[in-house]
C-alpha cells in the first residue's frame, strides 16, 4: 500500500532551490521562523555530491529545520523521512530526523517520540543519510509511535552537538513506506495500526473503534498482544484474532459480523469466558437475535449465573435463543448443593410467606424448602432481609405455626435465578452433560413462554428443568432427553426431577425420561402434557413406583394425552393448597386422561396407575375423564389401575359428577374400571329385591349413585314361570360401602338384566 499511489496523497516536502519561505527554524507551525533571509542559510545551486542543496550554519545547540507544510498522519500508513548531509567546516554536530506532532485542532500532541537516532558526522565531505519512520502502531522498526491522536506532522531534521560547523543538507524526502509492514493488497486492517498498544494495561477500545470505523467491509484483524479494553466494544466488520482481548465484567464485546462461539473463544482465549461475554452482547445488542454455540462443547467448572454475567439486565423481554451446542460440567464440590437449615413461622392466611425467618440473609432465592407440611418441589422465589420473609412458590398444606425449615440451593448450568423477570427465551439443541454434579435450567422468579427444545439434560445431579416461580408461565418444553444418574437406585430412593412448574399453560410434549423420581411435577392449571414417554422402574421383586406426573393441585384443568407411562403413576393431589379440606370450589376436577399406554412390570399386585392423594376432607371428583387409555401388566397382575391414597384423608365418595370412562382396555389387570358400568345380573331365584353388586369396577370403588338403565335380558317370569311385565324402580347406594343397587319389583321374579350404574 502506498498512500501517494492510492490515494494521491502529497508527502514529498518541495525542493530547497523553490525557496527557504517553507522552512522553519522552529516547529514548522504557522507563524514560526523561517530560513527565508536567515543570516545561516544559503542556497547552493551546485553541489557535488547533492546538486542543489541547503548550506546552514549551527548557531544553536539544537538546530531545527522543519517542512512547514502538514504531512498527514494516516491510521496504519508508515512514512519514511530521508535526509543526505555532509560537513564541510568547523565543528562536527550530530543529526537526527525530528518532527512536531499536532492533532485536529492543530495544538501539539505532547508525551510522544519526537526523535530519531542521533547520527554523528566525523568527517569533512563525507555524505551521510539519516532516516526515521513514524507511524500509528507500534511495529518493529518504527522510530516514532504516534497512535491515533496525531494527525498530521511538521518533518524535518536537527543538528545537534557542537556549535559553529557548516553543514550542506540535500533535498529531504517523505515516503510511504507501509508496504515494508503489510501487504501490498489487503482486505483487512490491523487495530495496531490505529493505535493498539496491546500490552494488556493500556487502554486500547479507542483504537479498536477506530479500526471498526477504518475498516469500511474489510475484515479488523487484531494482531498479537493481549489487549485490555477498558470500555464497550462494538465491531460492524467481520474480526480475526490472533490476539486476545480482557475487559471489566461489566463491560460487553460484540461481534455484530461474526457472532458465534468459536470467535469469542478466540477472543477471550477461554470457552467459559467466551460464552459469557457473548450471552453478555446477546442481551445488550439488537443486531442478533441468538447465541448460536456452533456444535461446540463449552467445559464448566462452576454454575453459571446469568444475570450476573449480564449486570445492567434485571429482566428481559424480547425473544433471545441459546443453541446448538454442548456444556461438559467439570468440578466437584462447587456443585455441591448448599443447605441452610432455619426456624420459621408459617399462616395459611399469608400461604406464600414465611415470616420470622431466622438466618435469612442465608438462605439464597432459588432454594429448594422441605419440613413438615411442606408440599413437594416448594421454592423460595423472593425474600425480603429487612422484614426476614421468604415467597415461596406455592403454598404449604399443613405447617401453620413455628417450625424448622431446611433449604437445600441446587447449582445450575443456566441459572436464570438472579433476572426478576425472562420472557420468550429460548434454549435449542444443547446437552447439558452435568456429570452427576450439576443441575440443568433454573428459571426466573416471573416470565412467559420459557422454551426448551430438542435438549438433552445427561444424569443431572438433583434437578433438570426447575421452576422457582412463575417464570414458567406458558412454558414449553419439546422434544427433550432425560438420562438419570440413578439408573441403579430403587424407584422409592431417587431425588432427582427432570420438571417441575408452578405457573399455568405449559406445554410438555414429545420428551423422554428415564429412572428419576418424578418426570414432571405440575403446580398450574390448564397444561397439556402429550407424547412423552417416561419410565421409572427398577429390578426390585415386588418394588415400590413413585409419581411420573404429579399434579398439585386439585383443579388442575390438565390433559394428559398420548404419552408412554411406563413404571410411573400419574399422582393427583392437592398439596399445594394452604387449607386443604374442602370447603367451596371445584375439588378434584377438569382432569382428562385420554389415549396412554400404561406398562408396569415387577410391581406389586396393589400398584395402580391412578392414584388420587386428597390432602384434606370432604373433596370429591367434579370433572374427570379417563378414555381410550392401554393398561398392561407385566411380570405379574395387579388388583386394579386406580386406588385413592388415604394417607391424609378420604374421598366423599357420595358426591361425584362429570366422571367419563370407558373405552380403556386392561391386560393383566384384575378390574378395570368403568364408569358407566354396565352389570349383568342373574337373578336364578325369584325374589322381590335383586341385590346388584359393582364388585369394584367403579371407579376408585366409588359408591353406585345412580342408575341409567335397566334393560332386560329375556323373559322375567315369576316363581311360577309366568311372564311379569311389569319394571322394578332402583334404590341406590345400597350395602356396607354403598356400592350396590337393589331393584325393586312388585312381586318376587327371576330373570337376567343390563343394568347401566354411575358413580356420578
Given at each position: 500500500?502506498?498512500?501517494?499511489?492510492?490515494?494521491?496523497l502529497?508527502?514529498m516536502?518541495?525542493a530547497?532551490?523553490a525557496?527557504?519561505?517553507?522552512?522553519?527554524s522552529?516547529?514548522?507551525?504557522p507563524?514560526?521562523d523561517t530560513y527565508d533571509?536567515?543570516?545561516?542559510?544559503?542556497?547552493?545551486?551546485a553541489d557535488a555530491?547533492f546538486?542543489?542543496?541547503?548550506e546552514?550554519?549551527?548557531?544553536?545547540?539544537?538546530?531545527?529545520?522543519?517542512?512547514?507544510?502538514e504531512?498527514?498522519?494516516l491510521?496504519?500508513?508508515?512514512?519514511?523521512?530521508?535526509?543526505?548531509?555532509?560537513?564541510?567546516s568547523g565543528n562536527?554536530?550530530?543529526?537526527?530526523i525530528a518532527?512536531w506532532a499536532?492533532?485536529?485542532?492543530?495544538d501539539h500532541v505532547?508525551g510522544?517520540?519526537?526523535?530519531?537516532d542521533e547520527?554523528?558526522?566525523?568527517?569533512?565531505?563525507?555524505v551521510?543519510?539519516?532516516?526515521?519512520?513514524?507511524g500509528?502502531?507500534a511495529?518493529?522498526?518504527?522510530?516514532?509511535t504516534?497512535g491515533?491522536?496525531p494527525?498530521y506532522?511538521?518533518?524535518?531534521?536537527d543538528l545537534?552537538?557542537a556549535i559553529?560547523?557548516?553543514?550542506?543538507?540535500?533535498?529531504?524526502s517523505?515516503?510511504d513506506v507501509?508496504s515494508a509492514f503489510?501487504?501490498?493488497m489487503m482486505?483487512?486492517?490491523d487495530?495496531?495500526d490505529f493505535?493498539?498498544v496491546?500490552?494488556?494495561?493500556t487502554d486500547?477500545?479507542?483504537?479498536?473503534?477506530?479500526?471498526?470505523?477504518?475498516?469500511?467491509?474489510r475484515?479488523?484483524l487484531v494482531?498479537?498482544?493481549?489487549f485490555f479494553l477498558d470500555?464497550n466494544?462494538?465491531?460492524?466488520t467481520?474480526v480475526?484474532f490472533v490476539g486476545?482481548?480482557?475487559?471489566?465484567e461489566d463491560?460487553?464485546?460484540?461481534l455484530?459480523?461474526?457472532?458465534?462461539?468459536?470467535?469469542?473463544?478466540d477472543?477471550?482465549g477461554?470457552?467459559?469466558l467466551g460464552f459469557?461475554?457473548?450471552?453478555?452482547?446477546?442481551l445488550?445488542?439488537?443486531?442478533?437475535?441468538?447465541?448460536?454455540?456452533?456444535?461446540r462443547?463449552?467445559?464448566?467448572?462452576e454454575?453459571?449465573?446469568l444475570?450476573?454475567i449480564v449486570?445492567n439486565?434485571?429482566?428481559y423481554?424480547?425473544?433471545?435463543?441459546i443453541r446448538n451446542?454442548?456444556?461438559?460440567?467439570?468440578?466437584d464440590?462447587?456443585?455441591?448443593?448448599?443447605?441452610?437449615t432455619?426456624v420459621?413461622?408459617?399462616?395459611s392466611?399469608?400461604?406464600?410467606?414465611l415470616t420470622?425467618?431466622?438466618?435469612?440473609?442465608?438462605i439464597a432465592?432459588?432454594?429448594?424448602?422441605?419440613?413438615s407440611g411442606?408440599g413437594r418441589?416448594?421454592?423460595?422465589?423472593d425474600?425480603?432481609e429487612?422484614t426476614?420473609?421468604i415467597?415461596?412458590s406455592?403454598?404449604?398444606?399443613?405447617?401453620?405455626?413455628?417450625?424448622?425449615f431446611?433449604?437445600?440451593?441446587?447449582?445450575?448450568?443456566l441459572?436464570?435465578t438472579?433476572?426478576s423477570?425472562?420472557s420468550?427465551?429460548?434454549?435449542?439443541?444443547?446437552e447439558f452433560?452435568c456429570?452427576?454434579v450439576?443441575?440443568?435450567?433454573?428459571l426466573?422468579?416471573a416470565?412467559?413462554?420459557?422454551?426448551?427444545?430438542?435438549?438433552?439434560?445427561n444424569?443431572?445431579?438433583w434437578?433438570a428443568?426447575?421452576?422457582?416461580g412463575?417464570?414458567?408461565q406458558?412454558?414449553l418444553v419439546?422434544?427433550c432427553?432425560?438420562?438419570?444418574?440413578?439408573?441403579?437406585?430403587?424407584a422409592?430412593?431417587?431425588?432427582?426431577?427432570?420438571?417441575?412448574?408452578?405457573?399455568?399453560?405449559v406445554k410438555?410434549?414429545?420428551?423422554?425420561?428415564?429412572?428419576?423420581r418424578?418426570?414432571?411435577v405440575?403446580?398450574?392449571t390448564?397444561?397439556i402434557?402429550?407424547g412423552?414417554?417416561?419410565?421409572?422402574?427398577?429390578s426390585e421383586?415386588?418394588?415400590?413406583?413413585?409419581?411420573?406426573?404429579?399434579?398439585?393441585?386439585?383443579?388442575?384443568a390438565?390433559s394428559?394425552?398420548?404419552n408412554?407411562?411406563?413404571n410411573?403413576?400419574?399422582e393427583w393431589s392437592n398439596?399445594y393448597?394452604?387449607?386443604?379440606?374442602?370447603?367451596?370450589?371445584?375439588?378434584?376436577?377438569?382432569l382428562?386422561?385420554?389415549?396412554n399406554v400404561?406398562l408396569?412390570?415387577?410391581v406389586?399386585?396393589?400398584f395402580?396407575y391412578l392414584v388420587?392423594?386428597?390432602?384434606?376432607?370432604n373433596?370429591?371428583?367434579?370433572g374427570?375423564?379417563v378414555?381410550?387409555?392401554k393398561f398392561r401388566s407385566?411380570?405379574?397382575?395387579?388388583?386394579r389401575?386406580?386406588r385413592i391414597?388415604?394417607?391424609f384423608?378420604?374421598l366423599d365418595?357420595?358426591?361425584?359428577?362429570?366422571?367419563?370412562v370407558?373405552?380403556?382396555?386392561?391386560h393383566a389387570?384384575g378390574d378395570?374400571?368403568?364408569?358407566p358400568l354396565l352389570?349383568?345380573?342373574d337373578q336364578?331365584?325369584?325374589a322381590?329385591?335383586?341385590?346388584v353388586?359393582?364388585q369394584?369396577r367403579?371407579?376408585?370403588?366409588?359408591?353406585a349413585?345412580t342408575v341409567?338403565s335397566?334393560v332386560a335380558k329375556?323373559r322375567i317370569e315369576?316363581g311360577?314361570?309366568?311372564p311379569v311385565?311389569t319394571?322394578?324402580?332402583?334404590?341406590?347406594?345400597?350395602?356396607?360401602?354403598?356400592?350396590?343397587?337393589h331393584l325393586?319389583?312388585d312381586?318376587p321374579v327371576?330373570?337376567?338384566?343390563?343394568v347401566?350404574?354411575?358413580m356420578?
Amino acid at each position: 500500500m502506498n498512500k501517494a499511489i492510492t490515494d494521491g496523497l502529497l508527502l514529498m516536502p518541495p525542493a530547497f532551490a523553490a525557496g527557504l519561505a517553507q522552512w522553519s527554524s522552529g516547529d514548522g507551525t504557522p507563524g514560526s521562523d523561517t530560513y527565508d533571509g536567515a543570516v545561516n542559510a544559503a542556497l547552493v545551486p551546485a553541489d557535488a555530491d547533492f546538486g542543489g542543496c541547503l548550506e546552514l550554519v549551527k548557531l544553536e545547540a539544537v538546530q531545527k529545520l522543519r517542512y512547514m507544510g502538514e504531512t498527514p498522519i494516516l491510521p496504519g500508513c508508515y512514512l519514511r523521512v530521508t535526509a543526505r548531509v555532509k560537513a564541510v567546516s568547523g565543528n562536527l554536530p550530530k543529526v537526527r530526523i525530528a518532527a512536531w506532532a499536532g492533532d485536529g485542532s492543530g495544538d501539539h500532541v505532547s508525551g510522544l517520540v519526537e526523535a530519531g537516532d542521533e547520527v554523528t558526522l566525523t568527517s569533512y565531505g563525507s555524505v551521510v543519510e539519516v532516516s526515521a519512520i513514524i507511524g500509528t502502531g507500534a511495529r518493529g522498526g518504527v522510530d516514532m509511535t504516534w497512535g491515533s491522536e496525531p494527525v498530521y506532522g511538521h518533518f524535518g531534521l536537527d543538528l545537534t552537538g557542537a556549535i559553529g560547523g557548516v553543514v550542506r543538507i540535500d533535498d529531504i524526502s517523505i515516503e510511504d513506506v507501509t508496504s515494508a509492514f503489510l501487504r501490498d493488497m489487503m482486505d483487512w486492517v490491523d487495530v495496531r495500526d490505529f493505535g493498539a498498544v496491546g500490552d494488556g494495561v493500556t487502554d486500547d477500545s479507542a483504537a479498536f473503534a477506530a479500526a471498526d470505523d477504518a475498516a469500511n467491509g474489510r475484515e479488523v484483524l487484531v494482531s498479537e498482544g493481549v489487549f485490555f479494553l477498558d470500555d464497550n466494544v462494538t465491531f460492524n466488520t467481520p474480526v480475526r484474532f490472533v490476539g486476545t482481548v480482557t475487559m471489566p465484567e461489566d463491560k460487553y464485546f460484540s461481534l455484530t459480523k461474526n457472532f458465534e462461539l468459536a470467535a469469542y473463544i478466540d477472543a477471550f482465549g477461554d470457552e467459559t469466558l467466551g460464552f459469557k461475554k457473548m450471552f453478555q452482547s446477546l442481551l445488550n445488542n439488537a443486531d442478533h437475535e441468538s447465541l448460536d454455540m456452533g456444535g461446540r462443547r463449552v467445559t464448566i467448572d462452576e454454575p453459571l449465573d446469568l444475570q450476573a454475567i449480564v449486570a445492567n439486565r434485571t429482566e428481559y423481554k424480547q425473544r433471545r435463543v441459546i443453541r446448538n451446542g454442548q456444556f461438559y460440567v467439570t468440578g466437584d464440590t462447587v456443585w455441591d448443593p448448599d443447605i441452610v437449615t432455619s426456624v420459621a413461622s408459617y399462616d395459611s392466611n399469608q400461604s406464600r410467606t414465611l415470616t420470622n425467618v431466622t438466618n435469612v440473609a442465608n438462605i439464597a432465592i432459588g432454594s429448594h424448602v422441605t419440613g413438615s407440611g411442606v408440599g413437594r418441589e416448594i421454592y423460595v422465589k423472593d425474600k425480603n432481609e429487612a422484614t426476614q420473609e421468604i415467597t415461596l412458590s406455592q403454598p404449604l398444606y399443613d405447617a401453620e405455626g413455628t417450625q424448622t425449615f431446611t433449604f437445600t440451593r441446587f447449582k445450575y448450568v443456566l441459572d436464570f435465578t438472579g433476572f426478576s423477570k425472562i420472557s420468550s427465551f429460548e434454549v435449542q439443541g444443547i446437552e447439558f452433560l452435568c456429570n452427576s454434579v450439576a443441575s440443568g435450567i433454573a428459571l426466573s422468579a416471573a416470565g412467559v413462554a420459557f422454551h426448551v427444545k430438542d435438549c438433552h439434560f445427561n444424569r443431572p445431579g438433583w434437578r433438570a428443568i426447575t421452576s422457582i416461580g412463575d417464570g414458567c408461565q406458558g412454558m414449553l418444553v419439546d422434544r427433550c432427553d432425560f438420562k438419570t444418574r440413578e439408573g441403579g437406585t430403587p424407584a422409592q430412593d431417587r431425588e432427582t426431577v427432570a420438571i417441575n412448574t408452578n405457573a399455568n399453560d405449559v406445554k410438555i410434549r414429545n420428551n423422554r425420561a428415564s429412572q428419576f423420581r418424578h418426570f414432571l411435577v405440575i403446580g398450574g392449571t390448564n397444561s397439556i402434557i402429550t407424547g412423552n414417554h417416561f419410565f421409572q422402574g427398577d429390578s426390585e421383586p415386588a418394588g415400590l413406583r413413585t409419581a411420573g406426573i404429579l399434579l398439585g393441585a386439585a383443579h388442575c384443568a390438565a390433559s394428559i394425552d398420548g404419552n408412554y407411562i411406563d413404571n410411573a403413576t400419574i399422582e393427583w393431589s392437592n398439596e399445594y393448597e394452604a387449607e386443604p379440606d374442602f370447603t367451596s370450589g371445584y375439588s378434584f376436577s377438569a382432569l382428562s386422561v385420554t389415549d396412554n399406554v400404561f406398562l408396569s412390570g415387577h410391581v406389586a399386585s396393589w400398584f395402580a396407575y391412578l392414584v388420587v392423594k386428597p390432602h384434606g376432607a370432604n373433596h370429591y371428583f367434579t370433572g374427570f375423564t379417563v378414555t381410550g387409555n392401554k393398561f398392561r401388566s407385566i411380570n405379574g397382575h395387579i388388583d386394579r389401575v386406580d386406588r385413592i391414597d388415604t394417607s391424609f384423608a378420604e374421598l366423599d365418595k357420595t358426591k361425584s359428577k362429570n366422571i367419563h370412562v370407558e373405552g380403556n382396555t386392561y391386560h393383566a389387570v384384575g378390574d378395570g374400571m368403568r364408569n358407566p358400568l354396565l352389570v349383568e345380573h342373574d337373578q336364578n331365584s325369584a325374589a322381590q329385591t335383586w341385590v346388584v353388586e359393582t364388585q369394584g369396577r367403579l371407579p376408585f370403588e366409588w359408591r353406585a349413585r345412580t342408575v341409567e338403565s335397566v334393560v332386560a335380558k329375556g323373559r322375567i317370569e315369576d316363581g311360577a314361570g309366568n311372564p311379569v311385565y311389569t319394571m322394578p324402580y332402583v334404590e341406590v347406594e345400597k350395602g356396607a360401602n354403598g356400592d350396590e343397587v337393589h331393584l325393586k319389583w312388585d312381586v318376587p321374579v327371576r330373570g337376567k338384566v343390563w343394568v347401566k350404574v354411575r358413580m356420578d
